[in-house]
């Protein structure tokens, strides 16, 4: 039977998200729409021959709603996640799970009390193609172990108001979790410098770009270079020096041009693209995952870890200093196989 799903938030990826249940994912519907304004709500709800209802609440009493996807603002995710627990409800909540580490915890607390998983975090880069090849490469064990980890996460220009901080919150936390899950460890340390500032933004805004140093209990070290206004495209680069071998993320594929004297493949240019088939593997894993009763996606453990990186990497920016990452050991019920 298909899950019934309330999609809250009537933004850009609560668009999508809607649009992707109904047009690819097998299993699942959206039967109701809650949104802060009633137009993008009906918007939305007519792509997916879903109701509208007038708030949260109302589409958490629905009888009709199994889980939620919550697409709203970062800052009610901690609250409409808890209430959504309170009622029974899977849900699926966009990324942060919360903002702030403290908030992250309660939700653990909570879905501990109810004594099994059911908050799955929209880490869509588990999800990736190119991830899982270079994770399974890795626990293949033929290259030996991990030792370092290359990475580079360039945007073209950020959309708005963007600061030094959101350069961890809203960029690196991506691949805070996905090397994280790709190393199978936790994080010991990290440290944040600054390059040379780029005249494409105001330092006094936003320091960019920044290299991110962090350091895994098992001792891989990672440098993540951070640049959201590199102009050129939208360029995720990831590179695992093993010792045995060196793994290569792919790049998506694309045409291979030869013309006017160059041979060129395009990048994209704005991560909906990127990983628009993670994103549907991830919503149609989630669904597959309620249908066996059994969540295996991105925890809110994991959630909540990402949020205590961020937080030291958010010292580290202002100390300079390398800065502990502390993480109490992780609860039962989100020790599992991972994806
Ligand atoms: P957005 O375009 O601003 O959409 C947020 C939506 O939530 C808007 O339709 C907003 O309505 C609605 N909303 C506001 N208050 C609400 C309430 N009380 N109840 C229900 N809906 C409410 O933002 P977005 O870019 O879609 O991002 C939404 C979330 O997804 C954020 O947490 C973001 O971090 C996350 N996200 C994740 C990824 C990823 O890569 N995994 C990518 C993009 C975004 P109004 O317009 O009327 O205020």
């Known amino acids: 039977m298909d899950i019934r799903i309330g999609m809250v938030g009537a933004g850009q990826i609560g668009e999508d998200h809607a649009r992707r249940i109904t047009e690819k994912i097998a299993g699942a519907r959206v039967t109701a729409v809650a949104s802060r304004r009633r137009e993008p709500a009906e918007r939305v709800a007519a792509l997916c021959g879903a109701r509208v209802e007038p708030d949260f609440a109302a589409l958490l009493a629905a009888g009709d709603v199994d889980a939620v996807v919550l697409a709203s603002p970062s800052e009610l995710h901690e609250e409409q996640t808890l209430l959504a627990l309170a009622a029974g409800k ?22 501990i009390r109810q004594g099994k998983r059911m908050v ?18 890795i626990e293949g064990g033929a290259f030996g172990a991990p030792l370092m980890v290359h990475c580079a996460h360039r945007n073209i220009a950020p959309h ?24 199978s460890d936790d994080y010991a340390s990290v440290q944040v410098r600054f390059p040379r500032q780029t005249a494409n933004a105001d330092a006094d805004v936003l320091r960019d770009p920044q290299l991110m140093l962090l350091q895994t209990r098992g001792g891989v070290c990672i440098d993540l270079e951070v640049s959201v206004n590199c102009r ?7 590179e ?15 045409l291979l041009v030869r013309a006017d004297a160059k041979r060129y493949t395009a990048l994209e240019t704005d991560w909906v693209l990127r990983f628009l088939d993670a994103y549907d593997q991830e919503l149609q894993e989630w669904v597959e ?27 580290a920016q202002k100390s300079g200093e390398i800065e502990p990452v502390s993480l109490e050991p992780c609860p039962e019920i989100y020790v599992m196989p991972n994806l």
């Open 160 to 183: 708005g108001h963007f600061t030094t901080e959101m350069s961890v919150t809203q960029t690196a936390i991506h691949e805070i979790d996905v090397l994280r899950w790709l190393l």
């Open 240 to 254: 695992a020096v093993c010792e045995n071998g060196v793994l290569r993320m792919p790049d998506p594929s694309g």
């Open 90 to 111: 899977p849900v699926f909540c966009e990324k942060p799970l919360a903002i702030t580490a403290a908030g992250c915890r309660r939700i653990v607390e909570a879905e």
């Open 120 to 137: 799955q975090v929209g880490f869509m880069r588990r999800y990736d193609r190119g991830y899982r090849e270079l994770k399974r490469a």
């Open 232 to 238: 050129y495209g939208y360029d995720i680069q990831c």
């Open 289 to 315: 995952d309620l249908q066996n009763g059994r969540l295996r996606g991105p925890s809110s453990w994991d959630g909540y870890a990402a949020a205590v990186t961020a937080d030291a990497l958010l010292r």
